[in-house]
Antibody, heavy 122, light 108 residues
Framework: QVQLVESGGGVVQPGRSLRLSCAASGFTFSSYGMHWVRQAPGKGLEWVAVISYDGSNKYYADSVKGRFTISRDNSKNTLYLQMNSLRAEDTAVYYC???????????????WGQGTMVTVSS | EIVLTQSPATLSLSPGERATLSCGASQSVSSSYLAWYQQKPGLAPRLLIYDASSRATGIPDRFSGSGSGTDFTLTISRLEPEDFAVYYCQQYGSSLVTFGQGTKVEIK
C-alpha cells in the first residue's frame, strides 16, 4: 500500500546537524512533489520545505532557510532533510508528506508518514 | 506569507450536533487552494478536504468544505464519536505553504 516511513530522528546538541530520511513505497515516487512538515510538542503544524517531483525546484519556510536542505533520490524512492545549525526551537516531530496530484509541488498532502522526533538539547 | 486564522480555538459539542469551523486568510487564497486536515493525538494528520470543497478519498459525506477568497468553512453535519479531534486548515496557493493554528473539537 501507499506508505511513507521517516527515520533519522534523535537527540542532538544545539549547533549540530542531523539528516532525516523518508522512504516511499506503493506509488510512483518520481512523479510527485514531496514536503516536510513539523510539529513542536503540543503545538500546531508548521510547513518546512517542498521539493518538486524531479528535484529541480525547492522552497523553504523562512524559519529554516539557509540551515535546512531538502533533497530526493528518485532511484531510491527516498526523500531527505539535511538539518544544520540546529536550535532548540527546531525540536519537533518531523513528517514527510506527499503532494496529492501528479507532477504538482504545491498541493494538498494526501499521504503522511508516521513522523520522527527530533530533540535539540544540550 | 498568507496567515490563516482559525476560529474558534475550541468547540465543545455533543455527538450528533453540527460543527462549523472557520478559517480566515490574510489575503486571497489562489484558486481556492485550501485544505482541511484532522489530527488525533499521537497520529499524523489526515486529509479531509482539498481545493476548498472536494472531499478526499474515503472521507464520509458528513464532512463538507466551502468558501473562497479569504473565508473558508469546514462543516461536520452530525458529529460522530471518532470526529473529536483537532482540525487544521492549510493553503497551498503560494510558494510559502501555511497552516492555521488549529481548532479542537471536544466532547461537551
Amino acid at each position: 500500500q501507499v506508505q511513507l516511513v521517516e527515520s533519522g530522528g534523535g537527540v542532538v546538541q544545539p549547533g549540530r546537524s542531523l539528516r532525516l530520511s523518508c522512504a516511499a513505497s506503493g506509488f510512483t515516487f518520481s512523479s510527485y512533489g514531496m514536503h516536510w512538515v513539523r510539529q513542536a510538542p503540543g503545538k500546531g503544524l508548521e510547513w518546512v520545505a517542498v521539493i518538486s517531483y524531479d528535484g529541480s525546484n525547492k522552497y523553504y519556510a523562512d524559519s529554516v532557510k539557509g540551515r535546512f536542505t531538502i533533497s530526493r533520490d528518485n532511484s531510491k524512492n527516498t526523500l531527505y532533510l539535511q538539518m544544520n545549525s540546529l536550535r532548540a526551537e527546531d525540536t519537533a516531530v518531523y513528517y514527510c508528506a506527499k503532494s496529492m496530484r501528479w507532477l504538482r509541488a504545491f498541493d494538498a498532502f494526501d499521504i503522511w508518514g508516521q513522523g520522527t522526533m527530533v530533540t535539540v538539547s544540550s | 506569507e498568507i496567515v490563516l486564522t482559525q476560529s474558534p480555538a475550541t468547540l465543545s459539542l455533543s455527538p450528533g450536533e453540527r460543527a462549523t469551523l472557520s478559517c480566515g486568510a490574510s489575503q486571497s487564497v489562489s484558486s481556492s487552494y485550501l485544505a482541511w486536515y484532522q489530527q488525533k493525538p499521537g497520529l499524523a494528520p489526515r486529509l479531509l478536504i482539498y481545493d476548498a470543497s472536494s472531499r478526499a478519498t474515503g472521507i464520509p459525506d458528513r464532512f463538507s468544505g466551502s468558501g473562497s477568497g479569504t473565508d473558508f468553512t469546514l462543516t461536520i453535519s452530525r458529529l460522530e464519536p471518532e470526529d473529536f479531534a483537532v482540525y487544521y486548515c492549510q493553503q497551498y496557493g503560494s510558494s510559502l505553504v501555511t497552516f492555521g493554528q488549529g481548532t479542537k473539537v471536544e466532547i461537551k
